[in-house]
């Protein structure tokens, strides 16, 4: 049986992308979003198939924290709900909304992710843990992840460790959550859109569930600062190009 064509390269997305995920605790959604989008997938359906794929690659990620111990659960619960609730209402109006008029504000929104990822790598974080506004940062952050095709990651995980919470079970918790809040997004894409382009959810999915292990290993020992920084200048440069594209820059 011959491969779908570009398999191989949304393999390596998806690892690529999971591996950073993994060992950050963000990025997995915005670097594949914008790489979809520069492709000329539409926004819906580059949110739609990130999702379903992170349906395997979060779930494998959760996992693998969990064996790490990783996760806390006092946060995960605080999280979850909003979580869930958020995902399903981005991933309706997304579906609602017409893709050629959505594609630039969806580009320009992934540019100012990727500037905030450049951003949190300069600030300190200092030695305190989060007590407040949890359920709204859940909330918000599945919302926008559902509309823009990522960003639960930047701007869940980022807000944590800004206000003091420790990287590893940070990063842990919010991938752990994160499985719930791609299931229920692509769940309401499913009823609202349907499921096709399998090859491109079948890619990410294989290189992002092979990546989970070593991304949820990464994160006891890298230095976030350097990965910040390169991750968020790739999305800025990607979500850039889409721009251009679009207002026939090139």
């Not at 349906?55 to 006092?74: M, V, W, Y």
């Not at 926008?144 to 842990?172: K, Y």
Request: charged share 10%; with cysteine; aromatic share 8%.
């Amino acid at each position: 049986m011959e491969l779908p064509p570009d398999l191989l390269l949304f393999i390596a997305i998806g690892f690529a992308a999971q591996l950073v995920d993994g060992a950050l605790g963000m990025a997995y959604g915005v670097t594949a979003s914008s790489l979809l989008l520069g492709f000329g997938v539409p926004p819906a359906i580059s949110s739609a198939t990130v999702h379903a794929a992170e349906c395997f690659t979060t779930g494998a990620s959760a996992a693998s924290h969990h064996a790490f111990g990783n996760i806390d659960r006092k946060l995960f619960k605080r999280l979850l709900l909003p979580g869930v609730v958020g995902a399903g209402v981005g991933a309706y109006l997304l579906a609602s909304l017409s893709g050629d008029a959505l594609r630039p504000w969806i580009a320009g929104y992934l540019v100012l992710m990727g500037a905030i990822i450049v951003y949190k790598a300069f600030r300190d974080f200092p030695p305190a843990e989060v007590a407040s506004h949890v359920v709204p940062l859940g909330f918000f952050g599945a919302l926008i992840d559902a509309i823009g095709g990522g960003g639960w990651g930047p701007i869940v995980s980022s807000n944590l460790l800004a206000r003091g919470n420790g990287l590893r079970l940070t990063v842990g918790t919010v991938n752990a959550v994160e499985f719930f809040v791609t299931l229920t997004a692509s769940l309401v894409f499913l009823v609202t859109l349907g499921l096709g382009h399998w090859d491109i959810i079948l890619g990410l999915a294989i290189g992002g569930v092979a990546a989970a292990p070593l991304g949820a290993l990464l994160v006891r020992h890298v230095h976030p600062r350097p990965l910040l920084v390169l991750v968020g200048l790739l999305v800025m440069g990607l979500s850039a190009r889409t721009l251009l594209k679009h207002f026939g820059a090139f």
